[in-house]
């Protein structure tokens, strides 16, 4: 990436929820969305993180769905033309495939996905849109299992046969198809979404320190960005989550990915 600045960052957190009256009472009943306490100190680290990033960095708070969906419209309707990239940072309390704003409402992952497609964000076509969600996925908790020493088998490597995808590209030309005068692209392509757990699974914050997600992927970002690509860094930043948290407590993100190249951020940090 050259852009100068990289692109936007766009964080959104809610903190404290207000549930609108539209909700029903079994519907407030289920969902007792309490204070994230802690949620200001992922702020602050992901403002200084995107700023050192050289992204143009947006910071809303405490937003309901109405408000919540025009923040994507307007920023989704920005002229990125002069960016190499778009970030979106998501924290507040979540189920699989949800995310709840500040009135108890929510908001489908997809949609959120959807504003940012390569057809409905023509500015950001073909660029990296990255997505980080610190939300629980669920009400389960991850528990942890003694790991065993590593076997003789761990070292041994697969090779993948590339024959087939070989063939179907020659049997495509063989057709007729021509993609010689340009480029098609799928409209979901070079998306990347930063999961701070897995399916089915609740994400953890201190109170104090806040989210060990953003904890580590700060971490992670401001000592390796300056010479490894997103996707690496998501990894080691897997592995620090899992060293936290008790036999009964733990955690991993799940980063999954549509990106067609490697992404680096070459900071200089």
Request: glycine letters at 8%; one cysteine or more.
């Amino acid at each position: 990436m050259t852009a100068r600045p990289r692109g936007i960052a766009l964080i959104i957190n809610n903190e404290t929820f207000n549930p609108s009256k539209e909700l029903t009472k079994k519907e407030l009943e289920r969902e007792k969305l309490e204070t994230r306490l802690g949620s200001d100190k992922d702020i602050a680290a992901l403002e200084k993180l995107f700023g050192a990033l050289d992204f143009k960095v947006k910071t809303r708070r405490d937003i309901g769905r109405e408000d919540f969906l025009k923040a994507l419209d307007d920023v989704s309707s920005e002229n990125h033309e002069a960016y190499s990239c778009f970030a979106l940072c998501l924290m507040s309390h979540g189920e699989e495939g949800l995310f709840y704003c500040a009135d108890g409402q929510t908001v489908p992952i997809e949609t959120i996905q959807d504003f940012f497609s390569n057809a409905q964000c023509t500015t950001l076509k073909g660029k990296p849109k990255l997505f980080f969600i610190q939300a629980c996925r669920g009400r389960q908790k991850e528990k942890g299992v003694v790991k065993d020493s590593p076997s003789s088998n761990e070292s041994e490597t697969s090779t993948v046969d590339e024959e087939g995808e070989q063939k179907e590209d020659e049997e495509l030309t063989d057709r007729g198809w021509n993609f010689s005068f340009q480029q098609i692209i799928p409209d979901h392509a070079d998306m990347l979404m930063a999961y701070s757990t897995v399916t089915g699974y609740a994400s953890f914050r201190n109170p104090r320190e806040g989210s060990r997600f953003v904890r580590c992927l700060v971490e992670v970002f401001q000592e390796k960005a300056g010479y490894e690509d997103v996707l690496s860094m998501l990894t080691m930043v897997n592995e620090r989550i899992g060293n936290m948290g008790e036999i009964d407590s733990k955690q991993v993100g799940q980063p999954t990915s549509t990106l067609t190249k490697k992404l680096f951020f070459w900071p200089g940090l």
